[in-house]
């Protein structure tokens, strides 16, 4: 297997250095000029004590810094640790305490939460300018070559307990699913792929990967916009874009049932279920979603749809990519037949080597090469995959995960607050919000604004509970377990 | 990595059963028909006593029958071995020898050779004919999964020893190879491939390992005919196509100037150098050639040139695969600067794993990773190959390697022949032909003709020398080494 890894950015700008690789508001670099950026940049990471084997912290929006930093963590020989940006400083701080990384590099929008991220005696703080990367005079030196079972990238990815774990993202991972994303997808060589969204998921990562392994432009807008996203579709011949089903959503509204251009033929729908009513709006306009389903731990999409698929299977997260197997475990532990609902379980070659330094939380994950997800759904007799509720308790809002157990934590730690219930409610424009139910501790009666600032303090934003109501009590199952669905049916009378 | 491994086209029919997988003479198989064929003849190998582990040797035409072998030994958890049809039964008997396989399948064409190859108790002969899997009824069982590092084929390649070499082609080459092609040459959804070649070759069983991980149709001819291949072209909407070069002229030769329809995006030339006339011919007829560099020892093309880059690079046979190395080795070991020529050396996770149970064989042939090819090359500044010659002394005949030493061993076996010297001499229609400059023994003076029917008993037809002439003495150096380009000379003058 020597060779198959990283650094694919060097081989591809060795093969192709002309070709167009990277468009960014005004930066539009070639594979070779992006190649020499890498290898600039590295050699600043070199110089601020960055060694092969180490971990180095990307806190960047997406956007050319972001590129640079992810090939020239591999050029180091280093493993990338991307941070959410939208995390607070408190959060920030502990994924670094956990991770150790040599450094971390930041941007102006992180700027002022960078320092309190590395904390006191931590790593180096990078700030990620462009003159890093324009250092062209700067000795880079030959990039590093990992082999494929290194780790690419520690993401980090919350569970049931609250405790953000790290998933460990190999170069094999990485190759598998740009491989398989194409047997199941196709790639042409013209493909155009344009980035809206964040790059620090493990679908952004993906997505660098591929386009340097295939030869391809990635267009950059930093921050979503549906009209700028329409707009590059026409004006840069973009084929394929991924974007969230609410991002989606509003391309269409913009769009306003003008036709998207015939080079246009992949929209991959992802990092959450798409309603079924908007897949059926997509087919009526002839755009070609292909839906998804993936985790952190199955290095992006597991399963997909493509376009062609889609009228006849809607509602489905389409079939697991070559050569993963999926399967429906029930109670039991047994596989369940078709059409039965239980945990969905992944095997293959994307699933990741583990969590960073958590090797209970691993064995638990998987067992015997199989990934269990969490997540229920069946399989119908065709193999194809309905997810019919991602893991009980995750709320998926905007296209990120939220665990109830980690908004729970910050609410109990309010001396106003007795017990806490985090729970997700259908919401038209992010696909769930967040909101909890709270039990107000023995004569206080805590004020539910007062609640979302102190959260907000110490969680992302998107992770901040938008509606908050006081209750008596919790409703549990004799067992004490939360019923969760109980909670929910609070908000229904509301509207 | 488990689950990355065969049987894909279990994997794959369980994914698109009604997609078209393969269409020959007058058979047209899904993909779940094609399955079924195939478990259905692996009950059969079974039955025969092929157990997990066992090798099975296919000595079968292009066909329908070869591709449901290929697959039906995988399913049994074995390794083919396939054979070249062209081999006379005491070629054949040496690789079923060096081999073991369990069992040796045979179509008509080898029925009257069959018995000769496995010899007396030997593995048992198979008759391999479309009763085998067309038993329905027969129970089939699930299909084995051997591991990625798991050996899909032995493939027999000769040397300059004449002793042909089992290469140990692994289900990890095969999936690098398919995924590779596609990064460099891309891979549409409509994708329809049309076989017109052996078979038996790593390049065919390439095409049936990518024709199954991207769910797309073979269509297979078993005999080479222009005619024909430029009619499936345009009834079948073949978008591509592998040949040889000598195949290549006579397409065109046979489409006399009519364009291609504009589905057609790739015809891959290789299994030797292309000549350049042709190549300009291809590209001012606006025929999408594809060069390629490729020997078994990386499991089908390790270099490629896609056809929008030929007019830029005629001559060269493109840039390495990604994400292969390829290198260029001067006489001291050292890697030579561009434009140099030297030893061409490749290294990636399409090198073979070794050959069978010639531990020092591959010592000497894979070294620290890198595959030393015996070619000789050099590469440009940009990096694209070109191949300055095969192996000294290797003789590409119509697609097929014919190694002098096999051929000069056989010539001295002869009581009138002294001393032999075998070359390639070029040739209009296949490249080069076999010629043989002979020494006679003292007092002998041996007929051409009886010699090439000698020769002939022993060596596949495309081996036996076309062209034999008597000389005196061979030319050799000072330190007694044969010196070729002296003994292609004696030809020149005829013509």
Redesign the interface.
Known sequence: ?????SP?LA??A????GRLAVVCDEARLSFAGLDRACRAAAGRLRRAGVAPGDRVALWLEPGLGFVVAWWAVAYAGATAVPLNTRLTAVEAAWQVADAEPAALLFDAAQADRAGQAVGPGGPAAIAWEASVWAEEGAPGGAPADPA?EGVAAIVYTSGTTGRPKGALVTW?NL??N??AQ??A?????DDRWLSCLPMFHVSGLAMLSRCA???LPLFVQPRFDPERVNAAIDADRITAVSVVATALERMLEARDGRPYPPWLRLVLSGGGPTPRALLERAVAEGVPVATTYGLTETASQAVSL?P?DLPGHLGSAG??L????ARIVGADGGTLPPDEIGEIAV???T?VAGYWRQPEATARAIRD?WLFTGDLGRLDA??YLFVADRREDLIVSGGENVYPAEVEAVLLGHPDVADAAVVGLADAQWGQAVAAAVVPAPGRRPDPEGLRRFAGRLLAGYKVPRRIRLVETLPRTASGKLRRGAVREGWRDDG
Chains 1, 2 share one sequence.
């Open positions: 297997m020597t060779g198959a890894a694919w081989r591809r060795a093969r192709t250095p494929p094999a190759w598998h740009a491989a194409a047997m997808l196709g790639s042409r060589e392994l295939f030869g493509a062609a079939l697991p070559m050569p993963l197997d095997r293959g070659p699933v090469g065709d193999g």
